[in-house]
């Protein structure tokens, strides 16, 4: 069943579990982590980001997205994570995305609040849900030393009227986490998340999630997190699941393929059950 945000995050947001958001690049990738989803019968959020686009054309990965939602048990979400520019943020809802975040966590505070109003206005009248980005999550470079990072970090009081003015959906907020792989053991600021919990509304998100620890992510889903992207995780277990194939004797594709179908599943179902924790989810 496709659906948006909306239809995932509340309930999320009102019983204090996490939804996960997969990033998927392939048809490999959409297979794995939709049936995790069933065997679970937890919602789930699929999509890209425009980083990935140069992996899988946005135009031709929804072509099996959107349909495979359409399809599915379960509550799927189609997002377009981390759109960069106005005009890809438009094309992925012309193609018919649930669902888009407008990262415009770079440009200055009044810029950030100007471009993701005026996209959000547009995204509501296809239906779709907006997710926007205050304070900045680290790349993949990960460089920064921990505690350097809370310059980014995101204020509650500025996160209260960036929500009422932009109208979003969804906050995804910089609480000390980074993009990819950790070079350094990630700091999270639990009560900085509690604090923008208790003043706004609206669902907040834990982007650089692959990589932390069990423990954080549920101190960080039990302090108000409703979303917890995962890419890196998948990423690496596709290709460890290549890997294993060869080792097993197996060299030709529709050998390998299964394999990672299996072990992109595998990963992705334990995460929906740490997020989910003992919640009965609504469906």
Known sequence: MLVNLNDVLLPAKRQRYGVGLFNTVNLEMARGVLAAAERTGSPVIIGTAEVLLPYGPLEELSYFLLPMARKSKVKVVVHYDHGL???KCIEALKLGFSSVMYDCSMDSYEDNVKKVKELTYIAHSFGASVEGELGHVGGAEGNEQPDNLSFFYTDPEQAK?????TGIDALAIAVGTVHGVYKFKPKLDFERIEAIRNIIDVPLVLHGGSGLSDKDFRKAIACGISKVNIFTDINIAASQAVKKAYED???CMTDIIPYQVEKIAAV????IKLFKGSVIIEN
């Not at 009227?161 to 003015?165: F, G, Q």
């Open 85 to 87: 520019t106005f005009e």
């Open 161 to 165: 009227d960036y929500t009422d003015r």
């Open 249 to 251: 004797g197996k060299d």
């Open 268 to 271: 992705t179902e334990n995460k």
